[in-house]
């Protein structure tokens, strides 16, 4: 079983939609959670970053932990086109070592 | 610039060559992590330096790849001998201490292609 599982998509949603973007994962000690936005042929950028359960907003972007479901969220508001990215989870235990990612949902906004 | 710069940003090179890889971290920062980044794939953990200690090499392929860090700062990955499979995208990232609630920060990656 992978650490973190995450829906590849493509996602393709009209502008202005509501879009949400999920993980899952399996290791409990995970505390630190993480949303990137990677435009193609560029690196991951950090959007939203999170510690324990509950939602944490910037701007348009909403991010979710539920730490009992090992579940955590990325929620965007009136998505525009220029949100037409892959987005990609990560998270981490303790110590020190490595961040998990998931493999990164596509999406399209439509004008 | 103040991010993480990365060079080359394309490299093509023929199978069985050896390549180098760099990276530039954020100054001051002392964590510094190569990923790699296939088609459709996700990020593939490869080495985690963090200040003076040992780097955790836990992902590493094989020992066609090794890195090491100078100075605390700029970092080379190198592949041995590449492969076709070695084509892929090679992202560096660093953190201001690798303590868990310091996120990273990721340069634009090196597209590495064997052919």
């Known amino acids: 079983q992978k650490e973190v599982e995450q829906d590849p998509g493509p996602l393709s949603v009209p502008e202005g939609a509501i879009v949400s973007l999920n993980c899952t994962y399996s290791?409990?000690?995970?505390?630190?959670f993480m949303w990137y936005r990677q435009y193609s042929r560029k690196g991951p950028e950090l959007l939203m970053y999170t510690y324990s359960s509950g939602n944490k907003e910037d701007g348009r972007f909403t991010a979710q932990v539920d730490k009992s479901s090992k579940y955590i969220s990325l929620f965007i508001r009136d998505s525009q086109p220029s949100d037409s990215a892959t987005y990609l989870c990560a998270m981490r235990a303790p110590g020190p070592g490595q961040f998990y990612f998931g493999t990164g949902t596509s999406l399209t906004v439509i004008p | 610039g103040a991010g993480v710069s990365q060079s080359p940003s394309n490299k093509v090179t023929e199978k069985g060559k050896d390549v180098e890889l760099r990276c530039d971290p954020i100054s001051g920062h002392t964590a510094l992590y190569w990923y790699r980044q296939s088609l459709g794939q996700g990020l593939e953990f490869l080495i985690y330096?963090?200040?003076?200690?040992?780097?955790?090499k836990s992902g590493l392929p094989s020992d066609r790849f090794s890195a090491e860090r100078t100075g605390g700062s700029v970092s080379t990955l190198t592949i041995q001998r590449t492969q076709q499979e070695d084509s892929a995208v090679y992202l560096c990232a660093s953190s201001a201490t690798g303590q868990v609630n310091q996120p990273q920060h990721f340069g634009d990656g090196t597209r590495l292609s064997i052919l």
């Open positions: 290791n409990s000690a995970f505390q630190y």
């Open positions: 330096f963090q200040g003076n200690s040992a780097p955790d």
